[in-house]
């Protein structure tokens, strides 16, 4: 009787445990329930955020690019137009003033030049989105997006590129790699209505680059009162383009002199080639006078020291704390002088003497020493007559 028992109550805790275990696994087999309810509930959200990811997929270029057909852009180039044929000089209106309306148009080409840039980028993202069909590694290989357009707008659905003259648009090194590209690629020819999209594309890119240089030629043209500190330093068109890029004389000021340094900087496309005579993170400071006079041993440091006086001066234009361009000049100074300083060879070295062994020292230092008997010489003993050649006795006239 006692076995039975003792099998009936293992029999019997054996079950309670098993379904102890089932009701933690019914526990557990609700979560994942949530989890696919979960998932549903953001895959709707996905389903329904879809059309306007769609929307977002433009196949009509007005409607990426808008900016030619605001009133703005067209107001401002056409106050841009009127002053470069009028070729008014700021500087018979003394300085310049916040209130000075060349002034703001000054301020606005230099915000319509950022703007500009962008609308750039946009159409050059359209550009590569229809052309990918054709040449997908076209974009891998030319990076610039005006480069990009004109190479683009030159190829066309051209299926051999020795057929095609791109002397003049790339590099020849870099004309090389994409003639071979485009004999092993695996794109298809575009259709009629999508190449005219695409060259309607790069015309107006271009275009749209036409007008941010005759932006920057009006205000490089007023730089030198503008800004003239910066322009003292970096010249009147890389000011210029320092301000265009940045967004203004304000913004350019506020910015940090490792951001100054990369404006304007390209990503350059090596293709394979050595980097060893390639500039890196060098932008529109590489066209100064002083980083050309520099040696290339010393451009990197140049680069830098240009950058940090460049923000000094713009900080001194944006309060106009120095219309002479005194400032920009002191500045420009003590560059030159600085390069200068770096550029001097170095001391030459000064003949240094031998150490002396201490053999040699102790045997000076013992011929040159004082004996006793060289203490005793000179001295008289006292309470005795000293002898005197005189004789014995000696007397002393007065």
Same mark, same amino acid.
């Given at each position: ?13 054996? +079950? ?14 609700? !979560?994942?329930? %949530? ?21 977002? #997929? ?5 409607? *990426? ?14 106050? *841009? ?11 018979? !209106? ?5 209130? %000075? ?40 290989? *030319? !990076? !610039? ?6 190479? *683009? ?11 095609? %003259? ?72 890389? +000011? ?137 010489? #000179? ?20």
């Amino acid at each position: 009787e006692l076995i039975i028992l003792s099998v009936f109550h293992t029999q019997a805790s054996l +079950a309670d445990s098993f379904l102890a275990d089932l009701d933690e696994l019914s526990d557990n087999e609700a !979560h994942p329930d %949530d989890e696919d309810l979960d998932a549903a509930a953001m895959e709707e959200d996905v389903e329904g955020d879809m059309p306007d990811i769609e929307t977002l #997929n433009y196949d009509d270029l007005d409607s *990426v690019s808008k900016l030619q057909k605001t009133q703005r852009y067209n107001d401002i180039m056409q106050k *841009v137009d009127d002053a470069l044929e009028k070729g008014t000089d700021i500087s018979s !209106h003394g300085i310049v003033l916040e209130d %000075d309306p060349e002034y703001q148009l000054i301020v606005d080409c230099n915000a319509l030049s950022v703007d500009i840039e962008n609308e750039i980028i946009i159409i050059h993202n359209f550009i590569r989105d229809k052309y990918r069909l054709k040449f997908p590694e076209l974009e891998s290989l *030319v !990076h !610039h997006p005006i480069d990009y357009a004109r190479v *683009v707008k030159k190829i066309g659905n051209e299926v051999d590129l020795t057929l095609v %003259d791109l002397d003049g648009l790339l590099p020849s090194a870099i004309i090389m790699v994409v003639s071979v590209t485009a004999s092993t690629t695996s794109g298809k020819p575009l259709s009629e209505e999508s190449l005219q999209k695409t060259i309607d594309a790069c015309d107006r890119a271009l275009a749209l680059d036409l007008a941010k240089k005759k932006v920057l030629d009006f205000v490089e043209s007023r730089m030198g009162y503008i800004a003239p500190n910066l322009s003292a330093i970096a010249g009147t068109a890389v +000011a210029a383009k320092l301000m265009g890029t940045a967004g203004g004389l304000s913004a350019l000021a506020k910015m940090p002199a490792c951001n100054v340094q990369l404006l304007g900087s390209k990503k350059k496309t090596l293709a394979g080639f050595s980097t060893a005579a390639s500039q890196f993170r060098v932008g529109y400071l590489e066209q100064t006078e002083i980083f050309q006079s520099t040696p290339p041993s010393l451009r990197t440091r140049a680069c830098r020291l240009l950058a940090a006086k460049s923000t000094l001066a713009a900080r001194v234009d944006s309060i106009r704390g120095d219309p002479t361009g005194k400032t920009g000049r002191n500045l420009r100074e003590e560059i030159r002088k600085k390069i200068e300083k770096w550029q001097e060879p170095p001391p030459a070295k000064q003949p240094k003497p031998l150490p002396l062994s201490a053999l040699f020292c102790m045997f000076i230092f013992d011929r040159y020493a004082v004996t006793d008997m060289r203490k005793l010489a #000179n001295r008289m003993q006292f309470g005795v007559p000293e002898e005197s050649s005189l004789g014995e006795y000696a007397f002393i006239y007065v």
